[in-house]
C-alpha cells in the first residue's frame, strides 16, 4: 500500500479548520502530519482531533510561526488572505503542495499565489463541493445557449459570521458567465442598488448578498427573460462538503507538478464544455 500522504492544516481551530481535521482522520489515504494557528491562539498546544471534537490525534496545534520546522506534504490553508499568502513560503521552501480554501484575496495576493504555483503545485478553489463545481459547467452551457436575452443575477446567501462579499463561489460564477458570454466580470458586474437605480443595464450581472444566522453557504444564478426564468441552486448543509473534496484535492495534489489547479483538475472535469 502506499505511504499516506502527510497533511498539514493550517487555521486548525477554525469553522473549517476544525471539519478539515476530522476529513483528514477519515481518509485513509492521508495521515494528520501538523496543524497551525495564528501565534497567540489559546487553541496552540491542545490536540487537534479533541479540539475537532474527534478522538485524540496525537498532534498538537502549533504556532504558524514554527511552520518552518515540520514535515508536511501538503499544506491545507482554510484562513484569511493574509496569512494563506504568509504560509506560501513555507510551502515552497520546503517542496510541499499547498490546497487554498481560503478567500477574498487581493490582485497583489492573487499574483503571490500565481509566483508560487511556478514552484510547487497550488489548487485553489472557492468552493470544494462537487456540486458547486459540476454547477459550474451548467452555468457555463445555460449562459451560452441563453444568450443576452436573458438578465443575469447571483445571489448567494451565509453564515453571520463570513467576512467577505460577494463569496469566492459568487464571484467565480460571476467569471465563468462572462467569460461564456464574452465578457469581462470587472465590466459588467453590479454590486449593489439603491435608490433611483434607473432601469437594469443590459449585459450586467448582478450579485446579491445575504448574510445571517448558521447558513452553511447558498448559491443560486438566476437566467431572467421574458415570460420565463431559469434558476440554477446549490445549498451547502454542511462544511464536511468542502472539508471531504479537500481533502481529495491534498491527496491530488502531492504528486503533482508545480502548476495552479482547481477542484475540476482534481475531479477530472476540467475541460470546458462547448
Ligand atoms: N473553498 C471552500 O470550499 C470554502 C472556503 N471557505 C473560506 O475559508 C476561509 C475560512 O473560513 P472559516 O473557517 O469560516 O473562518 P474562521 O475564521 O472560522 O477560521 C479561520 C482560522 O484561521 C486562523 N488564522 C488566522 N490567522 C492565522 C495565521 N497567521 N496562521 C494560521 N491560522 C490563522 C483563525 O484564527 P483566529 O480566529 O485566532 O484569527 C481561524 O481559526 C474563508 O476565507 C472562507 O471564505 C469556507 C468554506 C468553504
Ligand atoms: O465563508 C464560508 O463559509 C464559505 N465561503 C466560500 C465562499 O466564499 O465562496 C464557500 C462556501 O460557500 C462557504
Same mark, same amino acid.
Given at each position: 500500500m502506499a505511504k499516506p500522504v502527510k497533511v498539514a492544516i493550517n487555521g486548525a481551530a477554525g469553522r473549517m479548520g476544525r471539519e478539515l481535521v476530522i476529513a483528514c482522520l477519515r481518509?485513509?489515504?492521508?495521515?494528520?502530519a501538523a496543524a497551525f494557528e495564528a501565534?497567540?491562539?489559546?487553541?496552540?498546544?491542545?490536540?487537534a482531533g479533541r479540539l475537532a471534537g474527534?478522538?485524540?490525534?496525537g498532534v498538537a496545534v502549533d504556532s *504558524? *510561526?514554527?511552520?518552518?520546522d515540520r514535515d508536511f506534504d501538503v499544506l491545507v490553508d482554510f484562513t484569511r488572505p493574509a496569512p494563506c499568502v504568509e504560509a506560501l513560503g513555507d510551502c515552497v521552501a520546503a517542496g510541499a503542495a499547498i490546497v487554498i480554501g481560503t478567500t477574498g484575496f487581493d490582485d497583489t495576493q492573487l499574483e503571490r499565489i500565481d509566483a508560487a504555483a511556478e514552484r510547487i503545485a497550488v489548487v485553489m478553489a472557492p468552493n470544494f463541493s462537487a456540486g458547486v463545481n459540476l454547477s459550474l459547467k451548467l452555468l457555463e452551457m445555460a449562459a451560452k445557449a441563453l444568450g443576452d436575452s436573458f438578465d443575469i443575477e447571483v445571489l448567494e446567501a451565509h453564515h453571520?459570521?463570513?467576512?467577505?462579499?460577494?463569496s469566492g463561489t459568487a464571484l467565480r460564477m460571476g467569471e465563468v458567465l462572462a467569460e461564456a458570454t464574452g465578457r469581462e466580470l470587472s465590466d459588467c458586474a453590479v454590486y449593489a442598488r439603491q435608490g433611483h437605480t434607473g432601469e437594469r443595464e443590459r449585459g450586467t450581472i448582478g450579485f446579491q448578498t445575504l448574510r445571517g444566522g448558521d447558513i452553511v453557504g447558498e448559491h443560486t444564478v438566476l437566467f431572467a427573460g421574458d415570460g420565463e426564468r431559469l434558476e440554477i441552486t446549490h445549498k451547502a448543509s454542511s462544511r464536511q462538503t468542502f472539508a471531504g473534496g479537500a481533502m481529495r484535492a491534498a491527496g491530488w495534489a502531492?504528486?503533482?507538478?508545480?502548476g495552479r489547479y482547481d477542484m475540476n483538475d482534481v475531479l477530472g472535469i476540467a475541460e470546458r464544455a462547448d
Open positions: 481518509n485513509e489515504a492521508l495521515a494528520l501565534p497567540g491562539s489559546e487553541a496552540i498546544g491542545r490536540d474527534a478522538d485524540d490525534a *504558524a *510561526a514554527d511552520r518552518g453571520r459570521h463570513k467576512v467577505d462579499a460577494p502531492a504528486s503533482r507538478p508545480p
